[in-house]
């Protein structure tokens, strides 16, 4: 770059080619890439464990999240670094993969830099860095599938789904009710899976928020829920064995494409205008009633006179349901969605037992309830709390704990929490390092540390000395060689004042997919940031 002055002495720069771009290159760009990894890292490790801190998260619209989900917190959060977006992006695919251990993937990607660091600072390359890291991750993966346990579970016996629910709700905001909490993530996940195939469709529990009253009067209902209300006051509040017609048209005239203009000139012409029109209304309702319905439930909205007909007939209706309700409530009542009135015919019409609509309190906020769907296996969770925070918050980790029994109804084995498994983890790749020969043996070493960092910041976060805890928790799988030992940090303590529990007897444990798939994928990320050694970033200059 040349700074050159004209004849009238003005400034300007000549820029050599390519020189429009800045570069960072080699071991600066390696270390300036793990520095902001890490700063990510260190948001979120606060969050880890049952004592974990919540984050407020302001949007730039005012909008206020409390949360110490991982998943969220990076979600939301506003990232502009291109390596930081790498944990944005690892939380998010831990959270579409398994729903559960979110925070611990990106602590732990974070610890395994960190450890990278220090060994790129002893001159080591960052490619042998990586392929040991990989060498020790299978070590640790192999490890967990040798200590992990299988939890038999029925739908008689459902007390290990509820027992692992319960761990993954420990860290949450709603742990105060996390026995009835997890119970309710159970029965919903249960209520649509199919234990035979290990199949359990999504698509089929909903979720609805209202805020008021408390947490624990949180419902599952075995229906659907929406949140509307009968188009006209005086409709009848609840239907016995109703029949539905499930309409995406318009209650209303039909209108012409093409743009027109409609001159009325005389008394009678209006009047004639006026009477299609009424007819028009008649008709709709007259098919409503022929196909034998007793409630309507429409996509789009209608008008007064629509609406005063429909409760001439004795119909009752919904008006403006969104698609994706319309859609659950065709599933779960076996109907058919109309998209016109002269296809409705007694077959299409979905079929519930009850269909009632509910009030809150003393507020006008109204619900419509559709219990025992001719097609029973839809299920709707009604999160109740204080304010609507506490319900969003609460929507979240239900949805966490519910990940987490799918996952377990797909592959039932187990590993221990508490930092057990990252602890015999850590042991297991601290022998295999042993039997390596070579510059391998210093990474895989650093890997083992890293492992240690879980249940570092577990202690941490609950307030206790976190050299002591992992130390006394380490020193008792050893000494047992027992791999359930881990840190019990709602025990009381132990009289050489630690909180070393084996985590089977105090029934803490999360599924063994989750746990391998958390070192896997933070394996993967680290790897993929070592081997960055350029940063070039266009349309800058220095």
């Known amino acids: 770059m040349s700074l050159i ?53 302001v949007s730039p619209d005012g909008d206020v999240t409390i949360t110490n989900d991982g998943a969220t917190i990076m979600d939301r959060m506003e990232v502009n670094h291109q390596v930081a977006k790498l944990l944005v992006e690892l939380s998010a695919s831990q959270d579409d993969e398994i729903g559960d251990g979110t925070t611990g993937v990106v602590v732990l990607a974070g610890a395994l830099l960190e450890q990278a660091e220090k060994l790129l600072g002893r001159g080591i390359h960052p490619v042998r860095i990586a392929e040991g890291f990989e060498k020790a991750a299978e070590v640790a993966i192999k490890t967990l599938g040798q200590i992990g346990d299988t939890v ?69 209902v075995n229906g659907i829920i929406i949140d509307k209300d009968m188009s006209h006051p005086q409709m009848t509040k609840t239907i016995k064995d109703a029949k539905m017609c499930i309409l995406t048209c318009p209650f209303e005239p039909p209108k012409p494409k093409t743009k027109h203009k409609l001159n009325i000139s005389s008394k009678e012409a209006y009047e004639k205008l006026y009477q299609q029109e009424q007819e028009y209304f008649k008709e709709m309702v007259q098919q409503v009633k022929d196909s034998g319905a007793n409630l309507v439930i429409c996509q789009w909205g209608f008008d007064d006179e629509a609406n005063h007909l429909l409760l001439q007939n004795g119909l009752a209706a919904v008006r403006w349901v969104g698609g994706v309700e319309i859609e659950h409530i065709a599933i779960a009542t076996g109907g058919r969605i109309v998209p016109r009135f002269s296809e409705l015919s007694p077959e299409k019409l979905g079929k519930a037992g009850t269909v009632r609509e509910v009030s809150f309190g003393n507020t006008k906020e109204r619900m419509i309830v559709i219990e025992d769907c001719a097609n029973s296996n839809a299920v709707t969770v009604l999160v109740r709390g204080g304010n609507k925070m506490i319900v969003e918050e609460a929507k979240r980790s239900l949805h966490d704990a519910m990940c987490v029994v799918r996952n377990l109804i797909k592959d039932n084995r187990v590993v221990y929490g508490g930092g057990a498994a990252e602890i015999a983890c850590s042991l297991a790749v601290s022998t295999y390092a042993e039997s390596i020969v070579g510059v391998d043996q210093f990474a895989i070493r650093a890997f083992a540390d890293a492992l240690d960092d879980i249940p570092l910041a577990l202690a941490e976060n609950s307030g206790l000395d976190p050299i002591k805890e992992l130390a006394a928790a380490k020193s008792r799988q050893m000494k047992e060689n027992n791999p359930l030992i881990g840190l019990g940090l709602n025990e009381v303590a132990n009289e050489d004042g630690s909180h070393a529990t084996d985590m089977k007897e105090i029934g803490v444990f999360e599924t063994l997919v989750g746990k391998q798939e958390q070192i896997s994928l933070a394996t993967q990320v680290v790897k993929m940031i070592l081997k960055i050694d350029d940063v070039i970033t266009m349309g800058q200059y220095q």
């Open 5 to 57: 002055y004209d004849e009238y002495g003005r400034p300007f720069i000549i820029l050599k080619e390519q020189q429009a771009k800045a570069r960072v290159k080699g071991l600066e760009a390696t270390k300036a890439n793990i520095l902001a990894a890490k700063s990510i890292s260190q948001i979120v490790r606060t969050s880890l464990g049952p004592k974990g801190m919540d984050k407020i998260l």
């Open 152 to 220: 038999p579970f029925s739908s008689d016996n459902l007390d290990p789904l509820v027992t692992t629910a319960m761990t993954t709700l420990s860290s949450k905001i709603i742990n105060v009710d996390k026995r009835k909490m997890a119970e309710i993530a159970v029965n919903a996940v249960v209520g649509v899976a199919d234990l035979e195939r290990k199949d359990v469709n999504f698509d089929m529990i909903r979720m609805e928020g209202k805020p008021g009253g408390s947490l624990e009067d949180t419902e599952l």
